[in-house]
């Protein structure tokens, strides 16, 4: 469990990225962090690695004030993805992805076994492995950057922004390999986006920042869409715009949702043994 005591960071300029924050993130459990810049999401995400250390409060994994650990042995145990992948240019794939489990002490025959495994399990072909990151493209070097960041089978799994910055096919196929990644390695993953429908897809639960790290609204991502708790919340979801208030109109025969202003937004179709779902 990861565990937020009352934390707040204040930079020496006098600037305040946190107020007061207060959170607790069960194992296993995928957490977005969303919000607007200088909601100090990433901020947040960074003090679980000591990336950042906190002004006040304290951050505990499992019990134990992270304070205390040296960070370089706890960075070495939490996997990280950045929104740029933060590969090394002059490796390879393979070495990129074998690079911490080798700086723990497995050997290199077994961290590169490990190491084409996953280039499997993020869903690229192991003929990659001998490339080196400029020969890839944005959406596989993301992908590097996952397996990279589960190469030393991790408990917890920190992801800031890892798919803002390519396009939007590639980032849904992403998202949609990252739940299936989820699905299967059940890892304990904290995860930063400005991109409330990316938020809404990914997280068991979603906290939504005001800035300076105030919580406006946290739980599932259907709760929230239930009950907005105030303007901001139903402005950032789009529930002011009609974005989420969905009817269903029978056209030639199919029932296609469509959204306030008379977009479609999906079909309605019947499962397999039941009602019909979008």
Do not use: C, W
Not at 124 to 152: H, M, T
């Amino acid at each position: 469990m990861i565990a937020f005591e009352n934390v707040g960071k204040t930079y020496p300029d006098g600037t305040t990225a946190v107020e007061d924050f207060s959170l607790e993130i069960a194992s296993h459990e995928a957490v977005v962090l969303v919000g607007t810049s200088g909601s100090g999401k990433t901020t947040l995400l960074r003090m679980i690695n000591r990336m950042v250390d906190p002004s006040s409060g304290r951050v505990a994994i499992d019990g134990e004030d992270v304070a205390g650990l040296d960070p370089v042995r706890l960075r070495r145990s939490i996997g990280y993805v950045m929104q740029a992948s933060g590969l090394l240019p002059h490796r390879s794939v393979l070495d990129n992805v074998t690079t911490v489990p080798v700086l723990r002490g497995t050997s290199r025959r077994e961290a590169r076994s490990r190491a084409l495994e996953l280039l499997e399990t993020v869903g690229l072909d192991p003929a990659l492995a001998r490339r080196y990151p400029s020969q890839l493209s944005g959406g596989q070097q993301q992908r590097v950057g996952v397996a990279r960041a589960l190469a030393a089978d991790p408990n917890i799994l920190l992801m800031d922004e890892p798919f803002g910055a390519v396009d939007p096919i590639v980032r849904a196929d992403l998202q949609q390999e990252m739940l299936r990644i989820q699905k299967e390695l059940h890892k304990t993953i904290v995860f930063v986006t400005h991109d409330i429908d990316e938020a809404f897809l990914l997280g068991d639960r979603v906290v939504l920042l005001r800035p300076g790290g105030v919580v406006a609204q946290q739980g599932t991502p259907q709760e929230i869409l239930a009950a907005p708790a105030d303007d901001f919340v139903r402005s950032f979801v789009g529930a002011d715009r009609g974005t989420r208030t969905l009817h269903v109109e029978e056209i030639e025969g199919r029932r296609i949702v469509v959204d306030a202003d008379g977009r479609a937004a999906g079909v309605l179709e019947p499962p397999a043994g039941g009602a019909a779902r979008a």
